[in-house]
């Protein structure tokens, strides 16, 4: 019955064998090389006695003519008690075959597939793991030995991923050819504007010179109209300084009502003006409120000390001096408005004017008067400094020019820098994915990945976009970091972090993003398939049938 089995096995990957070749296109005289390898290997491996649940590498460590001894060395037993169903090695190794040990493990020889090694609780469970069958040889499970088929897909898999890869990388090394160029490029750009930059410092330089030596002319012409102005200015200030103080004089001696060389209370109170309250009568507070609370005052006190503070009550009399308006300025309408009204309102105050002088009206307190700031008198330049100033106006602005110049080429030397310094992969095999958009949609969403720069999700309802990370770093594992990608600090979650994205990178034809979860909230996982990432050596389609081959 075994003889009859075994034969059969034999045909069977005789044919498998066959059809492989065929359907791979492998030469003959190779194939049957292949054939002929797997068939011998089949044999040693059918015909190497050794306990069940052990692989053939490990045949060697159970001969059955001695006494076992535990794998830990703990314990020596008969043979016979190897696989009886009874754990005595602490380290499972008597119990290869059976689920006696609580870790042992169980080996399935799946030939014509993977082999594979199970945990020993799993052996005769009703379940069958091995696609050989073997781990339920005592169950009432009866399982099928489909480890030919399954091979077969395995390695029709990995035969296609092999040329998969194979494309891929031819693709991956075009992608970091022209990588490189793009650096190199960027590098020779970075050569030419620092030329540029010299050369852009140099007209700056000359035109700081120039602007110097024209604004040095300019300010010599310019020196003497100063000069002037001053003079204008300190004129007028005396002569106004005159005008106030003959006008304090002869205030002061309208008001020394009896010539007697001082202005005291009761003649200030002669004077309607200083009823600050308006109750109809200058107080005595009142009017010494105005001779700085003293009795009366002699002439010089009167213009030095109480003459600034008469005075705004004076003009307010006259009419001349108009306090502050504090309330808001009118818009443009209002003030529109109320010139469409303005005729009605002009009639309308004429015949309010009388009640309104009835009116008890809040007495307005002029503020002390502060002499109106001058504007500086400008005298038109001559010709000569005319143009003086337009030369030195022109000057400024090619200065102006030049510092911009220098700036713009600086920035872009800063720019370029920080992309060289960006990390590509190991042969700059990313970078012509920079400056790109890969989209990706979902029942509700577009998801944007542009690598090196950010992730996000536009619901397709037409809302606006939301920012699931910009550019973070390699994430990838040690073995090769450029297996993931991390976006970090995208828009704010709900009550919660920022959104973050993990892109996870994997071998392609071409670049598309394949897949987009949130597994968690606001954690969002990307699929990037791209030939920069077919790193990988082409699998081997025999490289799982080690062992027990
Ligand atoms: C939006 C989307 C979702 C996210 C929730 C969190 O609806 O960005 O992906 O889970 O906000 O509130």
Redesign the pocket.
């Known amino acids: 019955m075994r003889g009859q089995f075994f034969v059969m096995r034999l045909y069977t990957i005789f044919v498998a064998g066959t059809m492989f070749a065929n359907f791979f296109k492998i030469p003959k005289l190779m194939n049957s090389f292949l054939i002929i390898i797997v068939l011998v290997c089949e044999i040693l491996s059918s015909e190497v006695p050794r306990p069940r649940g052990v692989s053939l590498s490990r045949a060697s460590l159970y001969p059955p003519d001695k006494d076992f001894t535990c794998f830990d060395g703990s314990k020596t037993i008969p043979f016979t008690q190897v696989n009886d169903d009874y754990c005595d090695c602490q380290d499972a190794s008597d119990e290869p075959g059976t689920s006696a040990c609580p870790h042992g493990i169980f080996h399935c020889t799946n030939a014509g597939h993977r082999p594979e090694n199970i945990p020993s609780n799993r052996v005769n469970d009703g379940i069958c793991d091995c696609c050989d069958g073997t781990d339920e040889y005592a169950s009432d499970k009866s399982c099928q030995n489909n480890c030919i088929e399954l091979g077969r897909s395995a390695r029709e898999a990995a035969q296609r991923r092999s040329e998969l890869i194979k494309a891929g990388k031819q693709l991956r090394a075009e992608l970091s050819q022209k990588g490189i160029q793009l650096k190199q490029e960027k590098q020779l750009k970075i050569s030419e504007l620092q030329k540029n930059k010299e050369e852009a410092e140099k007209l700056k330089a000359e035109r700081e010179a120039l602007k110097k030596e024209v604004e040095e002319q300019e300010n010599a012409a310019l020196e003497y109209y100063r000069q002037l102005e001053e003079e204008i200015k300190k004129k007028k200030a005396e002569e106004e300084q005159k005008k106030n103080r003959a006008e304090a004089i002869e205030t002061f001696n309208k008001f020394d009502s009896n010539q007697d060389g001082l202005v005291d209370i009761s003649e200030l109170r002669t004077r309607e003006s200083f009823d600050k309250d308006r109750n109809g009568e200058v107080s005595e507070e009142e009017a010494k409120y105005f001779l700085n609370l003293q009795d009366s005052v002699d002439l010089e006190t009167f213009v030095g000390e109480c003459w600034k503070s008469i005075k705004p009550y004076l003009m307010m009399e006259a009419g001349v001096f108009k306090p502050p308006i504090t309330e808001p300025k009118q818009s443009a309408s209002e003030a529109e408005d109320l010139q469409d009204g303005e005729h009605e309102q002009e009639e309308a105050h004429e015949e309010d004017d009388e009640e309104e002088e009835e009116e008890e009206e809040e007495p307005q307190e002029p503020e002390q008067v502060e002499e109106p700031q001058e504007q500086p008198t400008t005298v038109p330049y001559d010709e000569e400094t005319q143009k003086l100033v337009e030369k030195a106006n022109a000057a400024r602005s090619e200065y102006q020019e030049a510092e911009r110049q220098v700036r713009d080429i600086e920035n872009e030397i800063k720019d370029i820098q920080s992309y060289l310094q960006k990390d590509f992969g190991q042969e700059e095999e990313y970078a012509t994915l920079e400056g790109q958009c890969f989209d990706y949609e979902d029942l509700e969403?577009i998801y944007k990945l542009c690598p090196f720069d950010r992730t996000t999700?536009q619901p397709k309802s037409g809302a606006a976009d939301?920012r699931l990370g910009s550019w973070g770093h390699w994430s990838g594992p040690e073995s090769n970091k450029y297996e993931q990608m991390t976006y970090e600090k995208g828009q704010s979650?709900?009550n919660?972090p920022t959104?973050s994205t993990i892109v996870r990178l994997s071998c392609g034809g071409e670049n598309k993003v394949t897949s987009v979860s949130?597994p968690n909230?606001?954690e969002?996982l990307f699929d990037f398939v791209t030939p920069a990432a077919c790193y990988e050596a082409p699998a081997d389609a025999s490289e799982d049938l080690h062992d027990e081959l």
Do not use: A, K, P
């Open positions: 969403y999700q939301t979650c709900w919660g959104r949130e909230r606001c969002y």
